[in-house]
């Protein structure tokens, strides 16, 4: 599952609490068990708790339907609450419309809400 899927049907408050609950180092959320290989620990979270898995070696082999980056889904969350806090998808594409510059931060901001919520063909 993508991130953005996630948040579509999770919800942001939901995605919200698994980037804040993520602890230290946490690189994937689990959506499922699954098991990773590779000659390192992640931290991942499944059954409803954080865990560590211990690997001895092989390749990584994450499935996409099973794990997110809890980074990109940090990412999209900020992106989606710097929109609310500059008052909305509407607002702030009407103020660009109109002439209103953005730094890069906003314009990602724009791009990761359409990319979660559409509307990025008007």
Not at 28 to 44: D, N, S, V
Not at 49 to 65: H, K, P, Q, Y
Not at 94 to 121: C, F, N, P
């Amino acid at each position: 599952m993508k991130p953005e899927q996630f948040i579509r049907e999770k919800g942001l408050k939901e995605a919200r609490e698994v980037v804040e609950g993520a602890p230290e180092g946490a690189t994937h959320y689990g959506l499922r068990q699954y098991r990773q290989w590779e000659g390192r620990i992640l931290k991942t979270f499944t059954d409803e708790s954080w865990r560590s898995t211990a690997v001895f070696g092989g390749n990584l082999r994450f499935i996409e339907d099973d794990c997110l980056k809890i980074q990109d889904l940090k990412r999209l969350v900020e992106s989606v609450e710097l929109i609310e806090e500059l008052g909305g998808i509407k607002l702030v594409k009407d103020h660009g419309r109109k002439g209103g510059l953005y730094g890069g931060r906003v314009i990602t901001a724009i791009r990761d809400h359409e990319s979660i919520y559409g509307g990025g063909d008007e």
